[in-house]
């Protein structure tokens, strides 16, 4: 985790933190990064949206999903990040109306 958070200043630190916890891993946290499909990541965030988030929320918490998984993804583990959601915003907007 320290790895892949390095860099960051402490008012994001404690965005992307809170998005791990309360967020992440209650939604992921059971699953190997090897089993996080982009599918996966998808519907999670839909379900994010669903749960009525704010945009700033879900996009610090899918901000800390996908350092993760570029960690994951130097260190051998899983060959290409899943986590990277492309077109969220627009999504939200949809979610949103």
Sequence with gaps: ?????????????EAYLSGWRMRVVPALGHLAARMIANGVVDRTVQNWFADEHSRSTVKNTIAVLVRLMEQAVRDGIIKVNSARVIGWQELYKQAED
Aim: net charge neutral.
């Design 1 to 13: 985790m320290d790895l892949a958070l390095r860099g960051l200043e402490l008012k994001t630190l």
